[in-house]
């Protein structure tokens, strides 16, 4: 700008503007504001008329209050995922019944199914390579794989399907598009090795019913692979073969957003959710309920004994303490293998934009399904990014917000011979992760650029992933220790207590497991025939005959039509 006149009359009436605004943004000692007018009238929080004596100086010798005393039919311990499917369950199926959740964070969902936490992923076996088992010929080579349980796995998926979309269309649930979206799911191979096994993959699964949307781009069709996934085409060896298949049915979930979705409406449907409030202790009384204790920080003595009919502990990795401090002998022998890690978060829109695709690949040998490395699009809490991982870890916590004497409260004269067994049998798992925990920012972009060759090291950061107690048990057959991936329910004889045990792929089949508690716990009980109509209406593939998510006896047709009907309902058909 050229001075003038003109430009100092315009700097001068700026400066007295600020100067104005100044004054009217600030308050001086002799301000009124800052003055007190005479004494208090009337009465405030801190003058209140006195009601009886105060505790004085040594109140910390006087005796405490006592601990308050709750008679219910219902707890759930901890505010995940599986506490808000079997209490939202619950509540509808027994709306009289008297239901109280704890929760130790001030907010539900914010451990294991925190959006963060977990790899988002609606599992249905349509991309995951560890639920296909490899079949070797006789001199080696890859015969074919073994699809048990990737079947399992979707028939379970299409379970919480349907129940959300039973959800949804009652109103217990938000619009859709704030916890669950769209995304093809694809299986990746790099290399000679794994290009034959997405292959022998792709044959084995194709004329499936639950899979038979399933297509397969090949290593010429390099035109098909650019349409499907372009970070992973661009700038790769041309020599190097890769080879995809697409599943158009996958789902990105926010399971940290749905959870806390359906504890709003098990409150709405009178459930009681008790936030930073700690379980210290269950014990069962003779007369067959169970004593609840919680600690909370608070005015009175902070303690509480909840009596209850029965107890569901779905407080991830801590569930096998707190079974243990219940003392059912179901538990004995059960150990778990805390294992953690760090995901790779790219925000950079450009970057997302290009990459609204799951992808996974075959993992290193003998490492752990949540280690199964995969370039995810996200969206948690309304913001899209990619997660790429997790770089594994140990750790002895059980929790993420856990303690570092979990692993060793839990260890006991029962278990330790599993764990010494199971341990031995998985050296490489341990080699595996320590080789994360030492792997340089240089090392994990390099493990990135497996997936995505142009990779930029500014657009990555590291974070945080959740913990997943892995189980261990002895082998059923051969009476040694074994490390086992998935969920287990673990009951009491009565019914009367269960809890859930293990990791991923616990919230995708959060519905069959719910189902599974139910049925285990209730399913010689009255109560349960007269569930069975509401159930079938929650969940219409349900039946009282089969295991919980079983569908060998649905037809292709009912297939097609759950897949149209819930992807209508959750706005999530294929685009």
């Given at each position: 700008?050229?001075?003038?006149?003109?430009?100092?009359?315009?700097?001068?009436?700026?400066?007295?503007?600020?100067?104005?605004?100044?004054?009217?943004?600030?308050?001086?000692?002799?301000?009124?504001?800052?003055?007190?007018?005479?004494?208090?009238?009337?009465?405030?929080?801190?003058?209140?008329?006195?009601?009886?004596?105060?505790?004085?100086?040594?109140?910390?010798?006087?005796?405490?209050?006592?601990?308050?005393?709750?008679?219910?039919?219902?707890?759930?311990?901890?505010?995940?995922?599986?506490?808000?499917?079997?209490?939202?369950?619950?509540?509808?199926?027994?709306?009289?019944?008297?239901?109280?959740?704890?929760?130790?964070?001030?907010?539900?969902?914010?451990?294991?199914?925190?959006?963060?936490?977990?790899?988002?992923?609606?599992?249905?076996?349509?991309?995951?390579?560890?639920?296909?088992?490899?079949?070797?010929?006789?001199?080696?080579?890859?015969?074919?794989?073994?699809?048990?349980?990737?079947?399992?796995?979707?028939?379970?998926?299409?379970?919480?399907?349907?129940?959300?979309?039973?959800?949804?269309?009652?109103?217990?649930?938000?619009?859709?598009?704030?916890?669950?979206?769209?995304?093809?799911?694809?299986?990746?191979?790099?290399?000679?090795?794994?290009?034959?096994?997405?292959?022998?993959?792709?044959?084995?699964?194709?004329?499936?019913?639950?899979?038979?949307?399933?297509?397969?781009?090949?290593?010429?069709?390099?035109?098909?692979?650019?349409?499907?996934?372009?970070?992973?085409?661009?700038?790769?060896?041309?020599?190097?073969?890769?080879?995809?298949?697409?599943?158009?049915?996958?789902?990105?979930?926010?399971?940290?957003?749905?959870?806390?979705?359906?504890?709003?409406?098990?409150?709405?449907?009178?459930?009681?959710?008790?936030?930073?409030?700690?379980?210290?202790?269950?014990?069962?009384?003779?007369?067959?309920?169970?004593?609840?204790?919680?600690?909370?920080?608070?005015?009175?003595?902070?303690?509480?004994?909840?009596?209850?009919?029965?107890?569901?502990?779905?407080?991830?990795?801590?569930?096998?303490?707190?079974?243990?401090?219940?003392?059912?002998?179901?538990?004995?022998?059960?150990?778990?293998?805390?294992?953690?890690?760090?995901?790779?978060?790219?925000?950079?829109?450009?970057?997302?934009?290009?990459?609204?695709?799951?992808?996974?690949?075959?993992?290193?040998?003998?490492?752990?399904?949540?280690?199964?490395?995969?370039?995810?699009?996200?969206?948690?809490g309304g913001k899209e990014m990619l997660l790429f991982g997790p770089f594994g870890s140990i750790t002895l916590k059980f929790l993420r917000y856990g303690n570092v004497t979990d692993a060793l409260k839990a260890l006991k004269p029962h278990n330790i011979g599993s764990t010494i067994g199971a341990l031995s049998r998985n050296l490489s798992l341990a080699v595996m992760l320590m080789k994360d925990v030492f792997k340089s920012g240089a090392g994990k972009l390099h493990?990135?650029?497996?997936?995505?060759?142009?990779?930029?090291?500014?657009?990555?950061?590291?974070?945080?992933?959740?913990?997943?107690?892995?189980?261990?048990?002895?082998?059923?057959?051969?009476?040694?220790?074994?490390?086992?991936?998935?969920?287990?329910?673990?009951?009491?004889?009565?019914?009367?207590?269960?809890?859930?045990?293990?990791?991923?792929p616990g919230a995708s089949t959060a519905v069959s497991i719910a189902l599974d508690v139910l049925e285990k716990c209730f399913g010689n009980k009255p109560e349960f025939k007269k569930w069975a109509p509401k159930i079938k209406e929650m969940i219409p593939t349900w039946s009282a005959d089969g295991p919980a998510g079983d569908m060998k006896k649905v037809t292709p047709q009912i297939v097609n039509s759950i897949y149209t009907s819930t992807g209508a309902a959750l706005?999530?058909?294929?685009?």
């Open positions: 700008l050229v001075a003038g006149p003109q430009s100092s009359h315009f700097v001068a009436a700026m400066a007295a503007e600020g100067k104005k605004l100044e004054k009217r943004l600030s308050a001086c000692m002799d301000d009124s504001i800052n003055q007190l007018d005479g004494k208090f009238k009337g009465s405030s929080m801190r003058v209140a008329t006195k009601k009886g004596s105060e505790p004085g100086c040594f109140s910390c010798f006087m005796s405490s209050p006592a601990p308050k005393e709750r008679e219910v039919d219902v707890v759930l311990i901890g505010a995940g995922v599986m506490s808000a499917t079997v209490g939202l369950m619950l509540k509808e199926l027994e709306p009289s019944w008297k239901m109280i959740m704890f929760e130790r964070l001030g907010a539900p969902g914010e451990e294991s199914s925190n959006g963060f936490n977990n790899a988002g992923t609606g599992h249905a076996g349509f991309m995951e390579p560890n639920y296909t088992k490899e079949v070797k010929n006789p001199d080696g080579s890859l015969k074919t794989v073994t699809t048990e349980k990737v079947e399992h796995v979707c028939e379970q998926f299409l379970s919480s399907r349907q129940y959300w979309a039973y959800l949804s269309k009652k109103g217990l649930l938000p619009d859709p598009d704030t916890w669950i979206h769209q995304t093809n799911h694809i299986a990746l191979g790099v290399g000679k090795d794994q290009v034959e096994f997405i292959k022998k993959r792709y044959e084995a699964m194709k004329d499936h019913p639950l899979f038979t949307s399933m297509e397969i781009c090949l290593p010429e069709e390099k035109a098909k692979a650019q349409q499907w996934a372009p970070l992973i085409t661009g700038g790769r060896d041309p020599n190097e073969p890769i080879c995809m298949t697409k599943v158009p049915h996958g789902t990105d979930v926010d399971y940290g957003s749905l959870t806390k979705a359906k504890i709003d409406a098990f409150q709405k449907l009178g459930g009681d959710l008790r936030l930073c409030t700690e379980v210290k202790d269950v014990k069962k009384d003779k007369d067959g309920k169970w004593m609840v204790t919680t600690k909370v920080n608070g005015a009175g003595s902070g303690w509480a004994y909840n009596r209850a009919k029965f107890v569901f502990v779905g407080a991830g990795g801590w569930a096998l303490l707190l079974l243990q401090k219940a003392g059912i002998p179901q538990v004995n022998g059960y150990m778990a293998l805390p294992v953690t890690g760090d995901w790779a978060v790219c925000q950079n829109p450009e970057v997302v934009k290009q990459h609204r695709v799951k992808v996974y690949a075959p993992g290193a040998p003998g490492a752990p399904p949540m280690s199964m490395p995969h370039l995810d699009y996200r969206t948690i493990d990135i650029r497996h997936y995505y060759p142009q990779a930029d090291p500014d657009d990555w950061i590291f974070i945080p992933a959740g913990v997943r107690a892995q189980i261990i048990k002895k082998d059923p057959k051969t009476g040694k220790g074994m490390l086992q991936f998935g969920t287990e329910v673990v009951s009491n004889d009565e019914g009367t207590i269960v809890g859930l045990l293990g990791a991923s706005k999530i058909s294929p685009k």
